[in-house]
């Protein structure tokens, strides 16, 4: 028994200590691509589903490690926000996007630019000058970025966040309530936020064609937003049938592979031309 337990142990000391020696192997590593500036940004539409429209695009960042090929944000941006080198690294996928940003205006493109901000930079209170110098650098109106939050992100230091979210509003920066729908309080919170723009989480939209349950959580959430004054934004969009019936519900604006996938700069200024011409 006490061999057996022995082992155990053991196993689980070195699969532990094996993890460990990775995440700080990364963790290594994704300082290096951002101070080398080797994390890319890639840009994805955001439409009007009744016109087709292009309004803007949504900046997604990308990391393409030298061993281990992609790393998805979901794995790197919970290793950044842990590490503190969030913080250059938003100030890097800001920079990049509001770049690119006015790139597309010189090029007769009036879009705006969606940059997603973590759960720590909520709470990181020079935040609001840091987005201001970054729109001075680019030499871009305020208007022209949006600021994406997550509803988990907000919750987890209220005070501290509605603070931060309330001078980025009085830059005239727009926010945005992102995954709306996966948080624990929806709803009570909506109201008192000084928010322009409510996403609906992908995991209701990819169901809206064959599920009545996430149509109706859809529709609701569409009602909920407008009533509110915000403008309503549905990501995940894989189909036609699902881009007509949120076109037929009002929705303003969509996202998703059917419109586009998230392009790297080049590949979306050649959609916006081809799409345009
Ligand atoms: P998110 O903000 O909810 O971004 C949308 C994600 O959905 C993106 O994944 C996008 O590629 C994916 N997506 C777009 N259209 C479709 C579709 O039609 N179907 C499906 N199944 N997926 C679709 P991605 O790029 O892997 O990013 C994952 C998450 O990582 C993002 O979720 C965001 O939370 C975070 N992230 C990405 N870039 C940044 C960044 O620059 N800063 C921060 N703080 N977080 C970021
Ligand atoms: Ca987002
Ligand atoms: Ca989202
Ligand atoms: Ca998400």
């Known amino acids: ?33 951002i101070t080398a500036g080797d994390l890319s940004v890639h840009y994805q539409p955001k439409t009007d589903p009744a016109t087709g429209q292009v309004h803007g695009a949504e900046a997604l960042v990308r990391w393409e490690h030298p061993e281990h090929g992609r790393v998805s944000p979901d794995e790197f941006i919970p290793l950044a926000e842990q590490t503190g ?33 973590s759960a720590r930079s909520l709470s990181d209170t020079e935040l609001p000058t840091r987005v201001g110098k970054a729109l001075r650098r680019a030499g ?38 992102d995954d709306f729908g996966t948080g624990q309080s ?3 919170y909506l109201k008192q936020l000084p928010i322009h723009e409510m996403k609906i989480d992908r995991t209701f939209v990819l169901g809206l064609a064959d599920d009545q349950g996430d149509a ?5 959430a569409l009602g909920l937003g407008h ?15 699902a881009l007509a019936l949120l076109a037929d519900w009002g929705c303003d604006l969509v996202q998703g592979y059917h419109v586009s996938r998230p392009l790297p700069p080049d590949g979306f200024q050649q959609w916006l031309d081809t799409r345009n011409a």
């Open 1 to 33: 028994y006490t061999a057996k337990l022995r082992r155990h142990d053991v196993e689980v000391y070195d699969s532990t200590a094996d993890r460990a020696a990775h995440r700080v192997r990364m963790i290594g590593h994704l300082r290096d691509a």
């Open 85 to 117: 080198l969030i913080r250059p690294l938003t100030t890097l996928v800001l920079d990049t996007a509001l770049a690119t940003c006015a790139e597309w205006r010189r090029q007769g493109h009036h879009l705006g630019v969606a940059v997603n901000l």
């Open 140 to 177: 871009l109106p305020a208007a022209a970025l949006t600021l994406e939050i997550t509803e988990t992100a907000v919750m987890a230091d209220l005070g501290r966040s509605v603070a931060v979210l309330q001078d980025l509003r009085a830059l005239g920066v727009r926010l945005s309530v």
């Open 186 to 188: 929806s709803l009570a």
């Open 216 to 220: 109706a959580i859809v529709r609701a």
């Open 227 to 241: 009533a509110l004054g915000l403008r309503v934004v549905a990501e995940g969009v894989e189909d036609a049938v």
